[in-house]
């Protein structure tokens, strides 16, 4: 499917991912994320795709894969919480700090907990602009939202990305 077609279609498919998503997952707002990560797979795939039916196809797959994911998400994410706040307490207790290698870890899982923190759209979004080096057009007609929307949305992913670097080195 070349781009064009692809384009002619994405309000279509965007439609039927966020009805799968919305079935699947407790809030409009995480149907909306899964609806749009659902896109940015597609476009991944896009050229791969035979068809108008091949692809409504897919899109009812993939949202239906990434709505399950998300609610694993939110379960291990509590569960997590549960087992961190535990394991401080006992982390105060046990006395010397980590090794440097131990240190490494620890800023590795505190960034990719960061980057997780961010709503599913803003890290859509960061990663087309940054990863894939895609314009603001080009997501907004690949996302269904305006120009404005991505600038928005990419500023605000940046700004907390930014302060909480800033937070992480003032401590």
Aim: glycine share 4%.
């Amino acid at each position: 499917m070349t781009r064009k077609e692809f384009e002619a279609i994405a309000a279509q498919l965007r439609a039927r991912a966020h009805g799968v998503a919305r079935q699947m997952l407790p809030s409009a707002e995480d149907a909306e994320d899964a609806a749009s990560d659902a896109m940015l797979r597609l476009w991944t795939l896009h050229d791969q795709l035979k068809d108008e039916g091949h692809a409504l196809k897919l899109a009812t797959v993939i949202a239906q894969r990434l709505s399950i994911d998300a609610s694993r998400r939110m379960k291990k994410a509590q569960t997590l919480f549960a087992d961190t706040k535990e394991g401080l307490s006992q982390t105060a207790a046990s006395g010397p700090g980590p090794s440097e290698h131990m240190e490494l870890q620890e800023e590795e899982k505190w960034l990719v907990g960061q980057m997780e923190k961010l709503p599913p759209r803003e890290l859509q979004v960061l990663k087309m602009r940054q990863m894939e080096h895609c314009s603001n057009e080009e997501i907004a007609r690949l996302l269904g939202i305006s120009e404005a929307s991505v600038r928005v949305v990419l500023s605000n992913a940046r700004r907390k990305l930014f302060n909480d670097i800033k937070m992480r080195f003032r401590q």
